[in-house]
């Protein structure tokens, strides 16, 4: 019965245009509002605090932070977070670093009492030597408003069509040519090799003669390649994350009618009293959008254009299947039929929060058409009871299984509910299978892989298959080669080249992908893969250690932040790893891991240092600016640098040297060419005293 209204419900919105969010769920207090960002969530127990008029203000621990000084030179922040938390027992809520050559950082706390308790403790206390400081400072201001209240100040009104600024910030090379994307990103990737070859070498006076070399040779401190195309440029995202939130939309203002007969009507006109379809002043009103954010909220906005409110979608978001915007049309008018609110960082109430949806071609694919679609109904379940849960489970199965929904051909649904805000050692509980199956299925280079909600899995599948096959041809292996595939995902990489190596080691951290991997393994009748669970950074010696090979070849191809350091460490420190291959799909974050591995040898970084030797760039993101860079690093002997290096000095010394000799010589011939025509000069000087005196002689002889 409830599926019938809610269809019927459906049915009159589509008849009576956008629905309309009421004045009570738009309200929203943000007189006092502070900091609301991913990874960046507070604690919801404390207590309820007052601005200064006296109205409820949301908590930020940004009121209660204090500035801990002269710390030493060399800390980690997992140091200070046992000192706090463990031994001084201080009950920090944030440790906030200040850079690597910082002697200062700060904490948040989550009251007044443990933030007076921390400058009576820290004050004066001993840490390796250094007496620390400690003083209460002026948390940050909110970013949504400060930066409002900058535009408000300084910046001019955006007046480009809705449509153009989502394009801005989703794809802002859309309306380019592919061609002249491609060079701009070239040009992008011989940047950032520059800046490299800088980096490297600021490591030591031989890398920088190393670096010259190669930047006299290449151009850049490595080979770069031509970048290889995306096999395909238009809906080529098989995963896609839309928010679900509120759409400013202004609309025509209507007075309502006034009483009395069609004359009085007329005459009321006249009068210029308001009558029935005479409109006024355009309003603002909101409406409950599922879509992209237009920005983010440090950059001021919290508003989501919805799909639905574009007039030509494959050009506006060239990325996005029809498929999925079929997916995301249905599914808004649920969530404006639900009587459920988004989740509004704001005023940090509400539940709709996003819906995740991943696509396939599903196993054995005969042509590129889409068979499979997996969608994940993310809410907070902030103030919902077991029983409005229920409900929901029941109405999302029911959509997209017998109801409005059943055209998007969904064949497998999730709800996962997960808080906006996380509480600090509470874990985020996983996806919930509603109905259909618990993966979808993906081909590449003739391997089948099942793909699980929160696996990774590359978002452009065919360029993926472009990528793999770039990854196996640089890493040159062979089958006496162990393949250590780190951050391996479901294990597309290891699989798509285990046929060419002679085993494969996956690590990752996400279990859910790594039981993904072992059953791609499985599948694919591949027998010399391993798969383990647990951080790079803790499990990865161990693994490297137990490995059987003198040629082991290393893949890494982490999240957007890079390696963490461990991690990279116990690569380097492995002396059996003499080839690794780096995919990264943000080098200016993994800058750090580049320069990391290429650092001369030392008490942490053992043996030969890792350097770049051939850059290839691949496009798997289309009228966006990113793209993945392949860099392969190999060993190069420090003992040859070092020797090209003195080789270098010598010559230089025997140039200087000949060069004296030249300048020597060069300066003894102008001496003695000197010489010569004083004494020419001289005896022609000789020869005129004489005739002078000659004939002066004559003359005396002459007048006696």
Known sequence: TKLILLDSLLQEMASNGEAIVEDKVESMDTSEVKKEENGNHENNDVPEATDRNGEKKLFSSEDFKVEVQNLPRYFGMGQM????????????????????????MYICFKNEEDKQKALM????????????????????????HKKNEFKARNETIDNRPVA?????????????????????????????MKRLGSEISRNHDVLKQWVGVNCNEYGTVAPVSNIIKSPVTSGYRNKCEFSIGYMTVRKEKEKASVAGDAVEAVNDSETGDAVEGVKEDSVDEKVISVGFRLASYKAGSV??????????????????????????????????????????????????????????????????????????VVLDPMDMDNSKVTQLRSDLTQFFTTGSGLECGVTSLYIHLSPARKESGVPDPSPELLWGEASIQETIMGRSFSISPQAFFQINTLA??????????????TPKTSLVDVCCGTGTIGLCLAARVKNVVGVEIVAEAVRDAQKNAENNGVSNCNFFTGKAEEILSNILRDIDSKEIVAIVDPPRAGLHPR????????????RLVYVSCDAKNAMKNFVDLSRPPSKTAKGDPFLPVKVIPVDLFPHSKGFELVLLFERVAWGDILNSEIAKRIRDVETESLEEMVSLAEKVKQERESASQEEVKAEKNSDDISDIVEKEGDDFLSRL
């Open 81 to 104: 977070k046992k000192l706090f938390t463990n031994k001084l027992k201080l009950n920090p809520h944030k440790l906030k670093p200040c850079g690597p050559k910082a002697n200062f």
């Open 464 to 477: 993926a298959e472009v990528l793999y096959k770039t990854v196996g041809d640089i890493a040159d292996l």
């Open 121 to 144: 403790v820290l004050d004066g206390f001993d840490f390796k030597g250094n007496k620390l400081k400690v003083k209460s400072i002026k948390g940050i201001t909110d970013p949504y």
């Open 567 to 578: 991690a990279l460490s116990a690569i380097r420190n492995t002396l059996t790893i003499r």
């Open 303 to 376: 508003e989501i254009v919805g799909l639905s409110s574009l007039e030509n979608i494959s050009t506006t978001l060239p990325h996005i299947s029809s498929e999925m915007v079929l997916v995301v049309s249905k599914f808004e008018q649920l969530v404006r039929a639900s009587g459920i609110v988004p989740y509004c960082s704001l005023e940090r109430k509400g539940n709709w929060r996003n819906i995740m949806i991943r696509t396939s071609r599903g196993k054995d694919p005969v042509d590129d058409k889409i068979k499979q679609i997996m969608v994940v």
């Open 164 to 192: 153009e600024k989502l394009q801005d910030a989703v794809c802002p090379f859309a309306r380019e040519p592919y061609e002249n994307q491609l060079l701009k990103k070239e040009n992008e990737v011989n940047i950032l």
